[in-house]
């Protein structure tokens, strides 16, 4: 009769990461959009670079020659990530893999969006919170309602006229 050991599940887990980070050691990583760490710190010397007095011209010239290094990097990090994306999209369709296939072209076909989540009070002072930026631009909205000739009688925004 063989006896059972009974470990706790925490202890199965920090046992096993502790084996996967013994067999896999970490490769380089790369960010979430294929740039690649190099690229990175050539980014940070550039941000350094760009922390200086930028009135002197020598400081201007290096920080022009290391922002066309920056921007070099960066259209070949994409053109690998594209080439990247490719190949899989590509192993997806031969695989019939259709979700992973699509999910691919998605993600490759998608333009990047930014959201604006700082904006500027009647004064000029910029506002970060979310809650603040929500309260200007109701207090926005209802300026113009107000001004607008076109009003709704009986709206809870035109009633204040």
């Keep these: 009769m063989m006896k059972k050991h009974h470990m706790s599940y925490g202890k199965k887990v920090r046992i096993y990461l502790v084996l996967q980070r013994e067999i896999f050691p970490e490769e380089e990583k790369r960010n979430i959009n294929g740039i690649s760490n190099e690229t990175i710190n050539e980014v940070e010397?550039?941000?350094?670079?760009?922390a200086k007095d930028l009135s002197d011209s020598v400081n201007v010239t290096?920080?022009?020659k290391q922002n066309a290094l920056v921007q070099q990097m960066m259209g070949k990090d994409k053109e690998n990530y594209i080439n990247?994306?490719?190949?899989?999209?590509?192993?997806?369709?031969?695989?019939?893999?259709?979700?992973?296939?699509?999910?691919?072209v998605k993600n490759l076909a998608n333009k990047f969006k930014p959201t604006i989540d700082t904006i500027k009070d009647e004064n000029g002072k910029i506002?970060?919170?979310?809650?603040?930026?929500?309260?200007?631009?109701?207090?926005?909205?209802?300026?113009?309602?107000?001004?607008?000739?076109?009003?709704?009688?009986?709206?809870?925004?035109?009633s204040e006229r």
Excluded: F, M
């Design 45 to 50: 010397k550039r941000r350094k670079l760009k």
């Design 62 to 64: 290096e920080y022009n």
């Design 84 to 104: 990247e994306q490719c190949k899989c999209i590509e192993d997806n369709s031969i695989t019939n893999s259709v979700e992973d296939l699509y999910q691919g």
């Design 127 to 158: 506002l970060g919170e979310a809650e603040e930026v929500k309260e200007r631009w109701v207090h926005y909205s209802t300026d113009l309602h107000k001004k607008s000739k076109y009003c709704c009688p009986g709206t809870h925004i035109c």
